[in-house]
């Protein structure tokens, strides 16, 4: 069974313990998480199964680490990768950028295939470049004003997703 590459950047740690919750969900040894920190791209581009994660920082920009990484990305070819995105977000106080990273890392990846849609229902924002014919690219958690809802969150993505990452 291919592993799946989860990247994610955290500064204050909320997207990292996001990510080594839903890499609970998966069977043993079936996620490699990495902080993209430190991360080279061959490393990243060695995997088929991919899920890339970010806050999004005030006016849409990616966390720092990931602002370093992301023009990397460039070099890779997508388009035998499977990729899901994640993208944590404070939909009160930045309501007009909420999950902008979602929208960013699509750009770069959008020659593979992207899976992992969610509905917009249940959230309060005013835009996001996320949101395509009313459905972010990807899974949007906000643990500042909506933490009551992350695992459950969660557990519906990797239910939706699971099955996309079989050989």
Do not use: P
């Not at 990931?66 to 997508?78: A, G, P, R, S």
């Not at 996320?130 to 949007?140: K, P, Q, R, T």
């Not at 969660?154 to 079989?166: A, D, H, R, S, V």
């Amino acid at each position: 069974m291919k592993k799946i590459g989860m990247f994610y950047g955290s500064d204050g740690g909320y997207t990292e313990d996001v990510c080594k919750r839903l890499s609970s969900y998966f069977e043993d040894d079936k996620v490699d998480l990495f902080n993209i920190y430190g991360t080279s791209i061959d490393t990243l581009a060695s995997y088929e199964y991919l899920i890339l994660a970010s806050s999004t920082w005030h006016d849409g920009h990616f966390q720092d680490d990931w602002n370093d990484f992301i023009d990397k990305l460039d070099e890779i070819d997508f388009s035998d990768k499977t990729i899901a995105l994640l993208s944590l977000g404070d939909q009160d106080g930045y309501g007009y950028t909420f999950c902008d990273a979602l929208g960013l890392f699509y750009e770069k990846v959008k020659a593979g295939k992207v899976i992992g849609k969610t509905s917009t229902e249940g959230y309060d924002f005013e835009e996001s470049i996320a949101v395509v014919d009313d459905e972010f690219l990807g899974l949007c958690i906000d643990e500042d004003i909506q933490d009551d809802l992350t695992d459950e969150r969660l557990k519906n993505w990797y239910e939706n997703i699971k099955g996309e990452f079989q050989d």
